[in-house]
C-alpha cells in the first residue's frame, strides 16, 4: 500500500526502522495543501508536521510502498493523527496520481514549535530525496523551540 511522509518519516533511516518493508516509489506533491505545525506530539514533547487544506500550496514529500501489516506500526507512532487516501501528484513518470495513506493531525489550539531534532530529521529528509530547492528553503525556515 502507498503511503505519502511528509514529515520526518521522509528520513529514510527513521522509515526503514519503523517500516522495513518500505520502498521509495516517488517524489510526490499534495496539491492544495501547505504544511504546518499543528500538534504537539505526546512521544516527542515537540510540534509536529500537518497539512492543512490551501487553495494554490503544495505539500511536497515521498511515497513509499509500505507492507499491510506495517500501517499498525505507523498509526502507533503517529500519535493524534487520523489517516486519509488522498491523491498525491508522483514526478517523473507522466504525472498520473498516486492513491495515498495521508496522516493528518488532530489540531490543537496552540501546537508548540518543533524541537531541533524533528527539524533535523525533516530536513536530511527532504534534501535526501532531492525535494524542490524553495519548498527545502521553506522547511529550513521553520523556527524551532531549541537546538537539540
Keep these: 500500500m502507498y503511503y505519502f511522509a511528509y514529515g520526518s518519516n521522509m528520513n529514510w533511516m527513521q522509515m526503514t526502522q519503523r517500516c522495513p518493508s518500505a520502498r521509495f516509489v516517488s517524489v ?18 515537540c510540534g509536529t508536521a500537518d497539512v492543512l487544506p490551501e487553495y494554490g500550496s503544495d505539500v ?16 502507533g507512532f503517529e500519535d493524534g493523527y487520523g489517516r486519509e487516501k488522498m491523491h498525491v501528484d508522483p514526478t517523473g513518470d507522466g504525472g498520473r496520481p498516486i492513491q495515498a495513506w495521508v496522516y493528518i493531525a488532530e489540531k490543537e489550539a496552540s501546537a508548540p514549535l518543533p ?20 519548498y527545502v528553503e521553506m ?10
Excluded at 28 to 45: N, P, Y
Design 60 to 75: 511536497w514529500g515521498v511515497v513509499y510502498d509500505i507492507d499491510d501489516s506495517e500501517l499498525s506500526v505507523l498509526d
Design 28 to 45: 510526490a506533491r499534495l496539491k492544495d495543501h501547505r504544511f504546518a505545525i499543528t500538534r504537539q506530539s505526546r512521544r516527542r514533547k
Design 115 to 134: 524541537n531541533g531534532t524533528y527539524k533535523r530529521l525533516i530536513l536530511e529528509g527532504a534534501r535526501h530525496w532531492k525535494l524542490p530547492q524553495a
Design 139 to 148: 522547511l529550513e525556515d521553520i523556527e524551532v523551540a531549541d537546538n537539540k
